[in-house]
């Protein structure tokens, strides 16, 4: 059987820059299952309706239908035993729990200011006007405003990514010898970058650039061939 | 054997505050090993010159003299494998890695400013002209200077804990349903801070606040029973 993946796409239909869809992707990739993604625009939700939820990732897997990264994830653990792990065990994904919040507090927060009129520029025309709305409304400004102050954005990258870089610097992975989910939640917030924005975020002699390169070849280059600037 | 752990110790010879003697001082319990704790000061540095530097924890177990608490808790799980393990297997150790960067960088950081006066207090007053130089060079400005701006430092600090508190919301541990060698790194930031002052860093409703009462209690109560505020 082959996995349906919904996946967050742009005005180009191949232009794919969901972080969370990204951990699917990879997830699926590092365990070598089937999938096949479906074009998807954040206001298609009868689309994913099925998931009892409005947004991506979500995917099918023959009778089963899950949304959420972390619980896709599990669940691919747990549904296929045989292949090559996300989380070798409970204490390593207890751990790699922390690491998801820290990725999606302290990662997210630093790259979004960084990227979000990009990121705006590639939604396709009929989402546009939903995110900046409901982006508008959570931050409480202007996605304009919200991308200004260009020194601050820099800094506060830079000093997110500390954790991220000691780790790379002594390890392959941040799951150590071997990708683990975790390496995937954290890739996922470069995707998101690199898909849509010509920003570099880490500079070529960064240890953090050298590990993403390595998720970038994996499992065939299926990261690094996708559409984005070559940052 | 008892191993024996130099352990930095305050004008009260009791008063035990080391962040990172309190990890080893937890993985010891953890893994049920009988230890001895000897009270060191920053100045003495002869004492502990078989271990090649000047900074504690170091510990004696037999003819190895090993200091650096990431390195003893690995060589505390290969010397002892059959006892309760720090790490695992390799990926939550490398997982570990990530926290333990984690909580130097973002959360010693957060924590530091809020408590740093309390702390000089404490030292030896042989080592209070040590502890302030050494860190006044560190930081460029006096520790009073350092420990400036009240609101900023809570705000700091609220920030940098989300994703412990992410994460003890939804395990009892950052380990998962047992505590791994990372949360007793993260402990131990809690420990440097209730052993010097006065200062509530969580509230009594915060699920910060249980996890750590769950680790004050542990083993016997060897935390909660150390000398420190009770907040």
């Known amino acids: 059987v082959t996995i349906r993946l919904y996946d967050v796409a742009g005005q180009d239909s191949n232009h794919r820059f969901s972080p969370f869809c990204w951990r699917i992707k990879m997830a699926l990739s590092h365990k070598g299952l089937p999938f096949e993604t479906i074009p998807w625009h954040l206001t298609d939700k009868s689309a994913i309706a099925d998931s009892g939820q409005g947004?991506?990732?979500?995917i099918e897997?023959?009778?089963?239908t899950l949304h959420d990264s972390w619980r896709i994830a599990c669940y691919l653990d747990s549904a296929y035993p045989n292949t090559p792990p996300l989380f070798?065990?409970?204490s390593a994904k207890a751990h790699a729990l922390?690491?998801?919040f820290w990725c999606e507090r302290d990662l997210h927060d630093a790259i979004r200011p960084i990227i979000i009129l990009d990121l705006l520029k590639?939604?396709?025309?009929?989402?546009?006007?939903y995110f900046r709305e409901s982006r508008?409304?959570?931050?409480?400004?202007t996605?304009?405003?919200f991308a200004a102050e260009e020194e601050k954005k820099q800094a506060a990258l830079d000093r997110a990514l500390v954790p991220l870089r000691d780790s790379v610097s002594l390890n392959q992975y941040i799951g150590g010898a071997q990708p683990s989910f975790a390496d995937f939640i954290v890739f996922g917030a470069f995707q998101w970058a690199r898909a849509v924005s010509p920003t570099q975020l880490v500079t070529s002699s960064d240890p953090i650039y050298a590990w993403r390169d390595r998720?970038?070849?994996?499992?065939?280059?299926?990261?690094g061939k996708a559409k984005g600037y070559a940052v």
């Open 55 to 58: 947004r991506a990732p979500v």
């Open 61 to 64: 897997d023959g009778e089963h």
């Open 88 to 90: 070798t065990d409970a």
């Open 98 to 100: 922390f690491i998801k």
């Open 122 to 129: 590639a939604f396709h025309e009929k989402d546009k006007a």
């Open 136 to 141: 508008e409304k959570l931050f409480k400004m």
């Open 143 to 145: 996605l304009e405003r």
């Open 215 to 223: 998720l970038l070849d994996a499992y065939g280059g299926i990261a």
